[in-house]
T-cell receptor
Framework: GDSVTQMEGPVTLSEEAFLTINCTYT??????LFWYVQYPGEGLQLLLK?????DKGSNKGFEATYRKETTSFHLEKGSVQVSDSAVYFC??????????FGKGTKLTVNP | GAVVSQHPSWVICKSGTSVKIECRSL??????MFWYRQFPKQSLMLMAT?????????EQGVEKDKFLINHASLTLSTLTVTSAHPEDSSFYIC????????????FGEGSRLTVL
């Protein structure tokens, strides 16, 4: 079945450091790929998405590129801020079927 | 974006009692709502899909008689954990979809259940 694997956390960085959170997926066909973010005490929010190969999703300085050849959708940000501290979830959606989530990666950014 | 609210955000109950968790879409009508369960350091696992006015569709391995889902209106779905036991302790999250089947999902902030 469909699955999403993302890097184990937690990840701790200093402010202005470069961030990469790896995500790979297994799915038949052409799923849509998502990154969700969960700030402390809040619900999940859609951060960015890509619906086809080579698409790049971007939002709030974060970006991720849909790589079909490597079945990956790694999340990157060039310079993280303390306010980026949250749990990040990679997810896929095939057709109108259910979202499949990775386990989440907790990011802590220190000043 | 649209707002989905869950209540209560945290509940502690005794073993054998039932607990109801509400999920409300505050500024849109949700034709479909989803209930997830999240264990520590684990993925969100879909428990069931509910459509307004019809019976919920449960994922394999989820006991429908234990986790009762009601979606009586376009803005409210409830999850009732019946005869709760300590192994039911978890983080329960709902999400709601507005409009078409490819509409964006909006998530509640989650409800943490602890069964003593």
């Amino acid at each position: 079945g469909d699955s999403v694997t993302q890097m184990e956390g937690p990840v701790t960085l200093s402010e202005e450091a470069f961030l990469t959170i790896n995500c790979t997926y297994t799915a038949t066909g052409y799923p849509s790929l998502f990154w969700y973010v969960q700030y402390p005490g809040e619900g999940l929010q859609l951060l960015l998405k890509a619906t086809k190969a080579d698409d790049k999703g971007s939002n709030k300085g974060f970006e991720a590129t849909y790589r079909k050849e490597t079945t990956s959708f790694h999340l990157e940000k060039g310079s993280v801020q303390v306010s980026d501290s949250a749990v990040y979830f990679c997810a896929l959606l095939r057709g109108s079927e259910k979202l499949v989530f990775g386990k989440g990666t907790k990011l802590t950014v220190n000043p | 974006g649209a707002v989905v609210s869950q209540h209560p955000s945290w509940v502690i109950c005794k073993s054998g009692t039932s607990v109801k968790i509400e999920c409300r879409s505050l500024d849109f009508q949700a034709t479909t709502m989803f209930w997830y369960r999240q264990f520590p350091k684990q993925s969100l696992m879909l428990m069931a899909t509910s459509n307004e006015g019809s019976k919920a569709t449960y994922e394999q391995g989820v006991e429908k008689d234990k986790f009762l889902i009601n979606h009586a209106s376009l803005t409210l779905s409830t999850l009732t954990v019946t005869s709760a036991h300590p192994e039911d302790s978890s983080f329960y999250i709902c999400s709601a979809r507005a409009g078409s089947s490819d509409g964006e999902l909006f998530f509640g902030e989650g409800s943490r259940l602890t069964v003593l």
